[in-house]
């Protein structure tokens, strides 16, 4: 579970179920994806044409003036509470205020990261304690 602050008002995200999670993961994958595939035809483009940079520019500004609308979308899907109060959040709250719940939302939709965070903290304490020191070798020789 996640406190986050939207609009001046604190919501609890908590981790959704199986199914739901997945089918929201799949569409944050497809909507990346087709924006890495609108980037990767714009691969040929000769910067020294201004027709060519122009249409990147508009590619690629059109993406990056939908992105915010994309992720709070991503959150109120994540989030009954959230989207229950839809309105009034897309009233107040900012875009760091969205931005920083769908991290805390993307963390529970993707718990790797943050397991693989747990996993190495004790293999480091696995390895220390198998360390010379740890056996009681100083590394000297009397």
């Known amino acids: 579970m996640a406190k986050v602050m939207l609009g001046g008002v604190e ?5 959704i179920p199986l199914r739901p999670a997945r089918e929201l993961r799949e569409k944050i994958a497809g909507q990346v ?5 609108s980037i ?3 691969e040929g483009v000769e910067i ?20 915010m609308d994309m992720i709070a979308d991503w959150l109120f899907e994540f989030s ?4 229950a109060d839809k309105n009034r959040i897309e009233e107040t709250a900012t875009d760091e205020e969205v931005l920083k719940a769908f991290w805390e939302a993307l963390k529970m939709l993707y718990p790797f990261g943050s397991m693989m965070g ?8 696995a390895i220390s304690m198998s360390s010379r020191l740890a056996n009681g070798d100083t590394g000297r020789t009397n």
């Open 80 to 83: 009954a509470e959230l989207r």
């Open 48 to 67: 020294n044409k201004m027709e060519e940079v122009g249409e990147l520019i508009s590619s690629l500004g059109m993406t990056a003036a939908n992105s």
């Open 40 to 42: 990767s035809t714009l």
């Open 11 to 15: 919501y609890e995200l908590k981790p």
């Open 33 to 37: 994806e087709g924006f890495a595939r």
């Open 118 to 125: 747990s996993l190495s903290g004790l293999a480091g304490k």
